[in-house]
Nanobody
């Protein structure tokens, strides 16, 4: 069983930055991603990174957010810059195991951006 634990959320003013961390109980050499979910909306992809290192971003965060992976620390990060009130949501870490294709989710961390 793979466990994901997010941290780093909080309250920040518009224009500020936050760095989210996702600690994984196994290797991070899987398909990793960050999703967000605002109240009353569907959970949606923010950014993803695959074992080869290629990344993908939602159009709304391109140029502002960066996803990265630290294999030795078994962690995935989401650096969030130039935050906007529309970024307010619960952010979830997601893993798809490259062999079993099972999916795992963290418990989420709240990000609130004030105007």
């Amino acid at each position: 069983q793979v466990q994901l634990v997010e941290s780093g959320g909080g309250l920040v003013q518009a224009g500020g930055s936050l760095r989210l961390s996702c600690t994984v109980s196994s290797s991070v050499f899987h398909e990793m991603a960050w999703y967000c979910q605002a109240p009353g909306t569907e959970r949606e992809l923010v950014a993803s990174i695959v074992p080869g290192g290629s990344t993908n971003y939602a159009d709304s965060v391109k140029g502002r957010f960066t996803i990265s992976r630290h294999n030795a620390e078994s962690a995935v990060y989401l650096q969030m810059n130039s935050l906007k009130p529309d970024d307010t949501a619960v952010y979830y870490c997601h893993l798809i195991h490259v062999i079993t294709r099972r999916e795992y989710w963290g418990q989420g961390t709240q990000v609130t951006v004030s105007s």
